[in-house]
């Protein structure tokens, strides 16, 4: 329980033949059919039904409009005119216009994404199946930093941040000293978008526990890919390499951060330290081929 959240042709044998005022179409059936001409038309070996007219067994009538396309030519100069006279308030509106579209782009791009759960999921199955009995747990002791946190870690991985949140905090409340409860939370406070929050809960969790891996990647990457922050991103690796020196986790994900940063020489230092300590690690040397290209 105690785990981080981590168009066909004409048929064959089918004549079509025009005359000056009628349209005769005959097949090896010998059926007739006739229809008059009216004004400009023009003729296609079609069965289908078109866009404008109707079909005769073949044979499409597409009708020209002048008046319409004179009516559309006048709506269109009218259309012009005003724009021309209301110039002044034409631009306005075509300015709040953008202005609008590009605010709801903008919040649309930088809103907090909420994380989607697969509810098939056995896990989830399971802990939503566990969740009475986890609340009771805590309703018997409040007082019990376990329970509150055996309980948000099932409000968590069910999709109930809030409550999770809630429960956390009430944790270390009780328990200051628990690094993993303080990733979790700061966890819970990234996926409500309160990454100030998350940043404090995690700073809480590695200065506790210097060597747990989680808070310093999870930290990182809210800085490196949500705050597009590089040189943040880079300084809390840094930190983690102080406490953990030469681990290759913590020195890949460095020289990546400097990749994003476009510090070549000092990422493509990194990965070489990692092959010098490891010449067959494979994201190390994938690294060092993509600066090199």
């Not at 404008?52 to 073949?58: C, E, L, P, W």
């Not at 609008?100 to 509810?119: E, S």
């Not at 102080?242 to 020489?265: D, F, H, R, V």
């Amino acid at each position: 329980m105690n785990e981080d959240n981590t168009s066909p042709s004409t048929n064959e044998g089918e004549k079509t033949t025009v005359n000056k005022s009628e349209i005769k179409t005959s097949s090896n059936t010998n059926t007739k059919k006739k229809f008059s001409l009216f004004g400009k038309k023009s003729v296609k070996a079609n069965k289908q039904t078109s866009q404008h007219g109707s079909t005769v067994h073949g044979a499409e009538i597409h009708h020209v409009a002048p008046k319409q396309k004179n009516d559309l030519k006048k709506g269109l100069n009218s259309v012009a005119k005003w724009v021309k006279k209301n110039s002044l308030i034409t631009t306005v509106v075509l300015l709040l216009v953008i202005l609008t579209i590009g605010a709801i782009a903008w919040y649309l791009n930088t809103r907090p994404q909420p994380r989607t759960l697969n509810t098939n999921n056995q896990v989830i199955t399971e802990y939503k199946s566990k969740l009475p009995e986890l609340q009771k747990a805590v309703s018997a002791d409040n007082n019990s930093a376990a329970a509150h946190k055996n309980y948000a870690v099932a409000l968590y991985v069910t999709g109930n941040y809030e409550a999770a949140k809630n429960e956390y905090e009430a944790a270390v409340k009780l328990d200051g000293k628990d690094s993993t409860t303080y990733n979790n939370l700061g966890n819970t406070y990234r996926d409500l978008g309160k990454y100030d929050k998350a940043k404090t809960a995690y700073e809480k969790a590695f200065e506790i526990s210097p060597t747990s891996i989680n808070p310093y990647v999870n930290l990182a990457n809210i800085q490196l890919y949500t705050l597009n922050d590089n040189n943040a991103a880079i300084a809390t690796y840094q930190k983690a390499l102080k406490a953990m020196p030469n681990n290759n986790q913590i020195s890949l994900l460095l020289g990546i951060a400097y990749e994003k940063a476009g510090k070549t020489t000092e990422a493509k230092q990194t990965y070489q330290d990692i092959l010098t300590r490891n010449a067959e690690d494979k994201a190390a040397k994938a690294g060092l081929d993509r600066l090199n290209k």
